[in-house]
């Protein structure tokens, strides 16, 4: 009897998992047809004659960006765009984007673009592109509509938090070559690196800075300055946090696929040789500079100075389709030493100094937060 039993448990469970799979099944199915039914009633009796690649477009971003700010579908002809040199023949602005709630928001201005010169800051929403709402419109054809030949003008419109009316920039486009470190000795002690973004070579331009500073006998400081870096690639936020650190993990990533995981350790070797080290971050701080911070913080290897950076911490990868056309998707996080994640929260200062100027140059009688920094380490 209880072999008999024993056999209808085993016989019941795989039933109970295949009505289960098909009752998930039969509703996706649904959908389809309900959106095939809506995209047909739209296409009849809407006001005006729609273009139907154009509206399933939208339908397809739509659903990528209800996923995050930065997944997005790009079609064949963006695609092909992106991978196109078009060394002399686009202008940029110089901005870092994201998509918020359906509006263009400016993740960080880079230094000396036009966008930064202008006064676009961190946090804008772009809500207008010459005129055009940017409201309805995929990242991409935001991007798009952005770029342009080298030497013509753009008009944004902005909206900016704690500011009521819109603002409006006219900003001409230009080639934007970025220069990604800066450095100097301040009050003949501290050694001062700017870095502006995490291009190819920005570790090898540190490396290089700080073996000339070292020169200098009165040296004992230094100050990293991320404020305003939008980030870039991950390898060279990995080596730049390692030239600071003698042990221990620097981050992590986590995806859906646990083979993927992955995790990243500091080699033997300051090569500050443990000197007193700064970190100035704002909320223009993102992806990979927040990294940096957030690994020299969990460290207690840095006093981290500013305020709280942008808090973007995933990973998108640029996946192919079939259409020739391609999807930017996120697919894993990242994970700071101490476990927790940047996604959203971003890295907070010890020492929170609210920025007042925005012309973050060497020692500039306006840099509240640098002139900080400088008497927090001569007393």
Known sequence: MKKIQLYLIILFIPFFLIQKTNSAEIDIYKKIDLFGEVLEKINKEYVDEINQSES?????????????????????????????????????????????AGVVKVISPIDDTPASKAGIKAGDYIVKINNIQVQGKSLTEAVDLMRGPVGSGIELTVRRRGVKKALTFNIIREIIEIQSVKADLLDNNIGY????????????QIKKH??????????????????NNPGGLLSQAIKISDFFLENGEIVSTKSRKKSENRKWFAKKGDITDGKTLLVLINYGSASASEIVAGALKDHKRAIIIG???????????????????AIRLTVAKYYLPSGNSISEVGVKPDIEVNEEGDNFR??????????????????
């Open 210 to 227: 700080i073996t000339k500073l070292k020169k200098n006998k009165n040296l004992n400081a230094f100050i990293l300055d991320l404020r």
């Open 193 to 204: 690196i700017r870095l502006t973004s995490f291009n190819d070579n920005s570790s090898q």
């Open 362 to 379: 060497i020692k500039t009688a306006d840099d509240n937060q640098l002139n900080y920094a400088i008497k927090l380490i001569n007393g």
């Open 56 to 100: 399933m477009d939208s339908a397809i971003n739509g659903l990528l960006q209800s996923l995050d700010p930065y997944s997005a579908y790009m079609s064949p002809e963006i695609f092909q765009e992106m991978q196109t040199e078009t060394s002399g023949e686009f202008g940029g602005l110089g901005i870092e984007v994201g998509m918020e």
């Open 307 to 325: 305020e709280r950076s942008y808090g973007k911490g995933s990973v998108q990868s640029i996946i192919p389709m079939k259409n020739k056309g």
